[in-house]
């Protein structure tokens, strides 16, 4: 069944092509595509275009529909093209011809626009509230390790003092600035595009405000033409912001790899967290880190491929955005489980409390001698030069205790203020009130 099929067959290969993958893929949209058609025939019923008994039929089959959807049991027939097509073909099947009355006032085009926000603001979501495990863990670790020093690098070559809770705490305020990547691009996509049809509107006298509330968006994207051009920028900044909390993970699974040989020695985990070699009996390879680093490192090649598919298309829909679906729809589960898995290493990370005793660290103390001598009165060039000088001679001798006292440096972490950031964004997202529109849209009462 297609929603545009009239009369005569369709040739099978053109059939194969067009709709790729869609039917796979659309099973994750389908509880949004009930969803969705739940506001939608609310709405008509509000201006006419259906009955209070045929909504209250619809709506009833609808959350039946629902039911089955989260319990696995809704599936994407052979020969139907879309999950659009599927549930309007049940309805049919099961009611009448009241079923056929679903799609009036809307197009395939703003279905699936609906469909994907209402998606990707639940996925987005489920990433956020995965984030927070990792930035706690991170900042539970960066205080517990806060007094143990590593050796900090420029250029891979050993450098200044640093700290497992600088390393650590770095990690954790990197968290809060993808969380406003995240903040942008959950309010870009937490706008309804329900009624722009198929990108010009309607006349029939649609309520699309009453959608909106209906679906506990924060807002309209109330442009029609804009609405269908939204398709593939929104993907675009989704996927930017995903990049960004991959970026994240990435650098964390770089120095997790580095800081893990045994030529650094700086932690370890236990053997049941690492793999081995099959001839060599003494390894014990980070694979989950190195795993993390190359799914993020593809992960942030998606903003670039959603560019290259809509950057040169005129407004308007086009078929191209199909072929977003194939790569935005799974980013999601790699993020989470990325997230997931990162924190639950992280639970069980070992330190080494030893690490700078090493004779090879000490001259990362040399910034803090030239440092503690201007202190005392010489230039900071003559310290500099004298310093050098010494460590040349072999005559370098390193501080015993350190003062760092600043905002942010090892004596300073400011975590405190880092979680009041972090705190802070998180209350600006709307999950309350979605939580609140979704539950009264499945539960409603449709005659009161």
């Not at 059939?15 to 969705?36: M, S, Y």
């Not at 960004?244 to 650094?264: I, M, R």
């Not at 003062?403 to 405190?416: A, K, P, T, V, W």
Request: aromatic content about 8%; proline content about 2%; glycine content about 6%.
């Amino acid at each position: 069944m297609k929603l545009w099929q009239k009369d005569g067959a369709i040739n099978k290969e053109i059939e194969r092509f067009t709709v790729g993958k869609d039917r796979e893929l659309d099973l994750l949209l389908a509880k949004h595509d009930i969803t969705g058609t739940i506001a939608h025939i609310t709405m008509l019923e509000s201006i006419g275009l259906l009955t209070s008994q045929e909504l209250n039929t619809l709506v009833t089959e609808l959350r039946s529909l629902y039911t089955e959807v989260i319990k696995g049991d809704f599936l994407i027939e052979d020969g139907i093209e879309d999950v659009h097509s599927q549930v309007e073909l049940i309805l049919t099947k099961r009611l009448g011809d009241v079923g056929k009355k679903i799609h009036s006032g809307r197009s395939r085009n703003d279905q699936v626009l609906v469909d994907l926000k209402l998606f990707t603001r639940t996925e987005l979501r489920e990433v956020v509230e995965l984030v927070i495990p990792l930035f706690n863990e991170l900042q539970k670790l960066s205080e517990q390790y806060k007094n143990i020093m590593i050796p900090g690098y420029t250029h891979y070559q050993v450098a200044m003092p640093s700290s497992f809770g600088l390393w650590f705490g770095a990690y954790a305020e990197s968290l809060v600035d993808d969380m406003h990547s995240l903040l942008a691009a959950f309010r870009i996509t937490n706008k309804n595009p329900l009624g722009s049809a198929a990108g010009y509107g309607s006349s029939f006298p649609l309520n699309r405000t009453m959608t909106t509330e209906l679906l506990g968006f924060d807002d309209l994207n109330y442009n029609v033409v804009y609405a269908q051009m939204g398709r593939g920028k929104t993907e675009r900044c989704v996927a930017q912001a995903i990049s960004s909390v991959a970026s994240t993970l990435s650098k964390l699974a770089q120095d997790v790899c580095l800081y893990n040989c045994q030529n650094f020695n700086l932690i370890k985990f236990p053997d049941h967290l690492t793999t081995g070699s099959s001839i060599m009996p003494h390894k014990k390879n980070p694979d989950v880190f190195e795993l993390i680093r190359a799914k993020c490192n593809k992960m942030m090649a998606l903003p670039v491929e959603i560019s290259m598919i809509t950057n040169n298309l005129a407004s308007g829909y086009h078929r191209d955005l199909q072929i977003i679906k194939e790569s935005f729809l799974p980013v999601f589960e790699d993020i989470k489980s990325c997230l997931f898995i990162a924190k639950y290493m992280l639970e069980n990370i070992e330190v080494n409390a030893k690490a700078v005793n090493d004779e090879k660290y000490k001259y990362m103390f040399s910034v803090d001698v030239v440092n503690n001598m201007v202190i005392n009165g010489t230039t900071f060039r003559d310290a500099y030069k004298q310093v050098g000088l010494d460590i040349e001679a072999g005559n370098f001798q390193p501080l015993e205790d350190l003062e760092h006292s600043h905002e942010g440096s090892m004596g300073n972490l400011c975590n405190d203020r880092i979680k009041n950031m972090m705190e802070q964004i998180m209350s600006e997202f709307s999950f309350e009130k979605i939580d609140v529109a979704l539950a009264n849209l499945l539960d409603m009462n449709i005659d009161n």
